[in-house]
């Protein structure tokens, strides 16, 4: 099957332009006020168009071809992230330096590559090639290998360091190992040594006192201290203000003085949905997770619809890596989850984030348009499980 846009990649598509649409009003108000408006709108918009063409791109070679230089792909981008720590003690100006005190882009003349964002993408394309054929996995052993190609990435990412990219990619692992078929006791006793592990990793080296700051904020957001609000709890509470002053039916675009004049810092990026609150109210952000529910829906349909082992893994990466990106960006805005430096799926401003998402739901649509004719099992259905 391959149409240019079956009805299920319209529905994956459709609620993807929307958001997008809704992240370019955003900043454009907030630039609206600025000495140069548009700039980052007019940027912005062109990331929308390169996002475009690499969703198209994908359609006209087939998520397959690709899959077969999955694991090449996986090896440059883990080449790419060891580069980035490597500049810390080796200076690789100008194509490598710092920003913001992390080193997290690649810097190819007016290009700025944030290498974590595409290693989602090819992370899911790797894992699903692995996984597809395998059965292995359903033992503790087996499990071994899909733990190793998530670590390595996640250690490599802490060190930029950026926190929220890395915390994708695990709950990303357990979505696709279930899909998979794997056995939920094993992932359970998993997830159980993870919790015990925690309190060890929030003392360890790889997490940086500045996200430690960031865990500190959420269980002080309610502080009625001014110095910690003036301070460390500033984005939190303003956060909190902006989708507040929404009320129902939002403030409008044009009354958005709260982003006017700079009183939530990052709020085109990570508090973007701060940003919709503002404007469209309760009813807006309401709308926006509509929008991502039946994004998400129409892909998983689409992994449940096929029956190529690799489409199917690949199609559900996409969806938990979406959903699970939603739901951190989304909770750390409203005062649920730590601060991590997350955008926001097509609406926050940000090229490689922009463009990452619109390859990854290029893989999923691309899934959709080709699902084979297959007399074989169904994939991952085995018939003498204990589980």
Request: net charge positive.
């Amino acid at each position: 099957m391959t149409r240019l846009l079956p009805p299920l990649g319209w529905l994956v598509l459709i609620p993807a332009l929307v958001l997008n649409a809704l992240g370019l009003i955003g900043v454009y108000s907030g630039e609206a006020a600025s000495p140069e408006p548009a700039v980052q709108t007019m940027r912005q918009l062109g990331f929308f168009g390169a996002g475009l063409v690499g969703l198209f791109v994908i359609q006209m070679v087939g998520y397959r071809w690709i899959g077969r230089y999955s694991y090449l792909f996986f090896g440059i981008i883990l080449i790419l992230l060891t580069l980035l720590i490597v500049a810390r003690k080796i200076p690789m100006e100008p194509f490598i330096r710092p920003k913001r005190n992390t080193y997290r882009w690649i810097f190819i003349g007016p290009i700025n590559i944030q290498v974590s964002e595409y290693t989602k993408v090819v992370y899911i394309l790797a894992l699903s090639f692995y996984l597809r054929f395998r059965t292995n996995y359903r033992t503790f052993r087996g499990l071994v290998m899909p733990f190793l190609l998530t670590i390595i990435p996640v250690a490599l990412i802490l060190k930029e360091p950026d926190l929220g990219t890395s915390l994708l990619l695990l709950p990303t692992l357990f979505a696709m190992l279930f899909v998979a078929g794997a056995k939920i006791s094993h992932l359970a006793a998993i997830i159980g040594l993870g919790a015990v592990a925690a309190p060890v990793f929030y003392f360890s080296p790889l997490m940086s006192p500045y996200q430690r700051d960031r865990i500190h904020s959420l269980v002080r957001q309610d502080d009625s201290d001014e110095r910690w609000r003036l301070n460390e709890g500033y984005q939190l509470s303003q956060s909190k203000i902006a989708l507040g002053s929404g009320r129902v039916f939002g403030k409008g675009v044009e009354e958005s003085d709260f982003f006017r004049f700079n009183l939530l810092p990052e709020e085109h990026n990570d508090f973007i949905f701060a940003v919709l609150g503002h404007q469209w109210g309760f009813v807006g952000c309401i709308g926006v997770l509509m929008l991502y529910l039946l994004m998400i829906g129409a892909g998983l349909t689409i992994a449940s619809s096929t029956t190529d082992p690799f489409g199917r893994l690949l199609a559900a990466g996409v969806c938990a890596l979406l959903f699970a990106q939603t739901i951190i960006n989304v909770g750390m805005t409203v005062g649920l989850m730590p601060i991590t430096g997350m955008t926001l799926p097509f609406v926050s401003m940000g090229g490689s984030s922009l463009i990452a998402n619109y390859l990854a739901i290029g893989l999923l649509i691309d899934v959709a348009r080709r699902r084979p004719v297959n007399l074989a099992p169904r994939p991952f259905e085995f018939a003498h499980s204990n589980d």
